[in-house]
């Protein structure tokens, strides 16, 4: 199984992933989010993480044009866009560089028609805007399309969330604050949840 570190702020955070190794590491790059760092910032932690890790910046209803000169800088390898992107933005941008992640709420009524026509190249589903909060798996277990797997995973849960979605189109579990310990990613936190992804 796959798995993604999200929101990583200080050089600290790269080595912690670096440690783990996981298969992606995210940026959350549109300002005003708890853990939202700027391009500077940004690039400096970059400079700190593995190339093998692949790096997605996380945007939130962003002017386009930043998005691409962003992914066109090398700064990002994938764009997960975390707003009401519609398809027609979601077009403009696969014009670029990159792949493109949309992220789905599933806390509430879930559109799965729309989801399976989302012109992304991969889908993910949360429980909102990243609160942590799990939502009911049993919404998305069925979806036809491969996709990531966001919202209160984290060591300990990690097992529990490959099980339940065998045989399913689970892609990648996206954690966060389930790594996170005095604002910052807890070096033993993420080697255990990367381990747990993938069988260790």
Not at 174 to 182: A, M, N, P, R
Request: aromatic content about 8%.
């Amino acid at each position: 199984m796959k798995i993604k570190i999200c929101g990583l702020r200080t050089p600290g955070d790269a080595n912690a992933v670096n440690e783990a190794m996981p298969d992606y590491i995210g940026f959350i790059l549109t300002e005003g989010f708890k853990r939202s760092v700027d391009e500077v910032s940004a690039q400096l932690i970059s400079k700190f993480i593995d190339p093998q890790i692949g790096r997605v910046g996380v945007f939130v209803d962003d002017d386009p044009k930043r998005i691409k000169r962003l992914v066109y800088n090398g700064l990002i390898d994938i764009v997960q866009l975390h707003g009401n992107e519609s398809d027609d933005y979601i077009k403009d941008l696969k014009s670029g560089e990159g792949s493109i992640i949309k992220v789905f709420d599933a806390s509430g009524d879930l559109d799965m028609d729309k989801v399976m026509k989302c012109p992304a190249d991969m889908v993910m589903f949360d429980a909102g805007k990243g609160g942590g909060e799990r939502f009911d798996w049993n919404k998305v277990k069925d979806c036809k399309r491969p996709f990531f797997l966001a919202g209160g995973i984290g060591p300990g849960n990690i097992k529990e969330a490959i099980d339940f979605f065998k045989g399913s189109q689970l892609y990648a579990l996206d954690l966060s604050s389930s790594v996170d310990k005095g604002g910052s990613k807890n070096t033993d936190l993420v080697i255990q949840a990367v381990n747990e992804a993938h069988g260790n």
